[in-house]
């Protein structure tokens, strides 16, 4: 069976909310019921909401409002899905919006210190490359992408990671706390306590990782019946790293397929998501990867700032953890097999 679900991208989801949510939480009622193996499509704002359009400047930046940022289109319901289970989502097709924009904003990103103007570049998509005035001489080819990816979480995760983030807060760290303002839908408790979708977490959100592209298979941990899978936040490429906090942004019409791993089946389940995929080689073959996330979360479970060591460390555990439980290694032999073949990737330096 296959899916729809439409979305008017050029109007801010506090203007239309149709089949749309800006927060994570258990009790979201979904908009769409789909079984394990369907097709999905739907289509996705932009992470700014739709407030940079091709007549927008660098001013315009100033006036922009992050309180409704990372709209999400869903959620949807798998039928069947329990926690513990794995939903695995495969993007079929991403298809971006013609028009893209870039900001640097402030305070924001990896040298946001550095930066005391703001500055839009916005882009011309066309024939699968981007280009801007903004940018002269340069031409991006693409490789769109779903930058925001997430499952509702748990009545036990949100008050999990809302102490631990509040814990960050009061330390001086960065950290989107729960916010009634700009909050969709606006009914409480939803509005004042329910998650952002920044920093991520182990139900997914604003993961950035330019690999869940068309091809690849992302696997999300189920935390609530249903799973309740949300999309938004498209990009049409990104460097990984995402050093000054945005990509290409673009709303976008995407297609995918869902499917379950069972946890009865006895297959490894991640504490974060997890990415299987593909890249080319240079003689036309492929080369097949599986990818662990990390967050950067302390043994303890103290959620630090920008700590990319911890982030890694997390990473690594969960690594170690696939290769024992999916290839019978020991935690030694996994240890040093990915010290001499896997690969460190940093998608998100900044939050």
Known sequence: MSVRLRVDWRRSILADATNSHNRLWPDLAPVAVVDPGDELTLDVRDGMDGQLSPAATSASLRDVNLESNHPLTGPVEVRGARPGDLLVVEPLTIEPDGFGATAVIPGFGLLGDLFRDPFLVRWEIAGGVARSADLPGVAIRGRPFLGCVAVSPSAELVARAAAREAALSARGGFVLGPLASGAVPATEPYASRALRTIPPRENGGNLDVPQVCVGSRLLLPVHVPGAMLSIGDAHFAQGEGECCGTAIEVAATVSLRVSLRRREDGGWTPR????????????????????????????????????????????????????????????????????????????????
């Open 272 to 351: 974060f998501p997890a990415v299987e995929f593909s890249e080319p080689l240079a003689d036309g073959a492929a080369r097949s990867y599986f990818m662990t996330m990390g967050i950067p979360l302390a043994d303890d479970g103290e959620n630090a700032d920008l700590d990319l060591t911890l982030a890694a460390r997390r990473a690594l555990l969960e690594m170690l953890g696939w290769l024992e439980h999916e290839r019978g290694l020991t935690k030694e032999q996994g240890y040093v097999l990915a010290s001499v073949a896997a690969d460190l990737r940093i998608a998100e330096a900044v939050h």
